[in-house]
């Protein structure tokens, strides 16, 4: 069976997580998300794949906001910018990606927060916000995430969004530049129900 993102989701729609505010990526976004990124590159660079040459360029956005919105119209995958609450200033990004549906109705959790916004409890929030939408809005059973061994931020944040840790990946992503071993964690729907 085929699913269509508009079974699911208003692209409209904001999703408020209290802190934080969710929404697709616009193109009016470009001005604070290249400030955000690029200003964090040194913050960013040890827990992401390498960043293109061209990576903080209006071409090189557009071309990731109409990917994000194919990608979402055919199921594939959801990216969300997040906002703080108060001042609405773009903080980071998470993307539920790799959709699967049929037996798995499952989907992978990526983010990133700007070195500014971090351990600000932001990320928590946009988590916390974005796992009930899945579950109950995109009809997903099952999220899985995965974050280097070092990185303790990303591996509280997960445990306090409710994931269980179910293994380890070895030379599981190319991470800046080399592949890197993965914890992987997942949280399923009964484990909100419970």
């Not at 998300?33 to 794949?49: C, I, K, N």
């Not at 360029?57 to 119209?73: C, E, I, P, Q």
């Not at 001042?87 to 070195?115: C, D, K, M, P």
Request: a positive charge.
């Amino acid at each position: 069976m085929f699913f269509h993102a508009s079974e699911y989701f208003d692209p409209a729609k904001i999703i408020d997580g209290g802190k934080v505010r969710l929404r697709l990526p616009a193109m009016d976004d470009f001005a604070q998300w290249a400030a955000v990124r690029g200003a964090s590159r040194e913050f960013l660079s040890p827990w992401e794949p390498t960043w293109p040459p061209d990576d903080l360029t209006r071409g090189a956005f557009r071309y990731r906001v109409k990917r994000y919105h194919r990608d979402m119209r055919a199921d594939a995958s959801y990216a969300f910018f997040i906002f703080t609450g108060s001042e609405a200033r773009l903080a980071g990004g998470l993307t539920l990606s790799n959709v699967r549906r049929g037996v798995a109705q499952a989907a992978s959790l990526g983010y990133w927060i700007g070195a500014e916004f971090a351990r600000q409890r932001l990320m928590t929030a946009a988590v916390a916000a974005i796992v009930p939408f899945a579950f109950a809005t995109l009809k997903l059973y099952r999220i899985e995430a995965a974050c280097l061994p070092s990185n303790a931020a990303s591996l509280a944040l997960l445990r306090r969004a409710g994931f269980s840790k179910e293994g380890y990946a070895r030379n599981y992503l190319k991470i800046n530049g080399r592949w890197q071993d993965h914890v992987l964690f997942a949280i399923i729907a009964d484990d909100l129900r419970g």
